[in-house]
């Protein structure tokens, strides 16, 4: 009885490791650039859970981000990807646990200095979203896709430097306060060939989830294929 106690506990502990992810390469215009290119990922791959912290701009403590020098030119209207692996190290085929599911977003903030804007405060507009659909999550479609997010960057941004903040979100624990397990970085872009026609209304990270959201405190397992889901966040930003 003891042994079978064990192996559950180190399966289930297993299976909680394996949620984690980050978000660790960029692909824009064609090019993947190499991992942490850009982007100030963390050398431990554990989500955030409280949604009131600063650290939900673009992650940080308990999950220690390294700054980035580099900035990534990305064209206005097109498709960028971003690349989300298990741990810094693994391949196309170790993303995340299918088990943990929920939605997918990508925000965006247009910033001074890219390099060294810390992302916390306003100016935040969401630019892409996946939540439920006949029985689908989208962090599985991430999954299935060999871990790329696709992200269409709006035509008719102003040119600049901006912060490219990509999240996954895990509800497998979303029954409880706190209990969804939030995963984002942050990519530091230059936006060009937009035509500046729009000015997005912006949002303040922390600010745009609560920890009641109907989207983060949720049973999952309750859910039937034709369940509706409520992404949270702010309103998707489309031109």
Known sequence: MKASVILVGIAASAS?????????????????????????????DGPQTDVTAKNMACNGAPNPTTSSDKIITVTA???????????????????????????????????????????????WFKIQEGGYKNGQWATNEVINNKGNQVINIPSCLTNGQYL????????????????????????????TGGTGTAKPKTYSIPGIYKSNDPGLLIDIYSMKTTSNYVIPGPPLFTC
């Open 16 to 44: 909680a490791v394996s949620a984690h992810t980050i978000f660790t390469q960029l692909t824009a215009d064609g090019k993947t650039y190499g991992v942490s290119y850009a982007i100030r990922t963390p050398s431990y």
């Open 77 to 123: 209207g097109s498709n960028v990807s971003a690349v989300w692996r298990h741990t810094l190290e693994s391949g196309p085929n170790d993303v995340m646990d299918p088990g943990h599911k929920g939605p997918v977003m990508a925000y965006l903030k247009k910033v001074t200095d890219a390099k060294t804007d810390s992302g916390v405060g306003d100016g």
């Open 164 to 191: 490219l903040r990509a999240e996954m979100v895990a509800l497998h624990g979303a029954r409880s306060t706190n209990g969804a397990q939030l995963y984002m970085e942050c990519a530091q872009i230059e936006i």
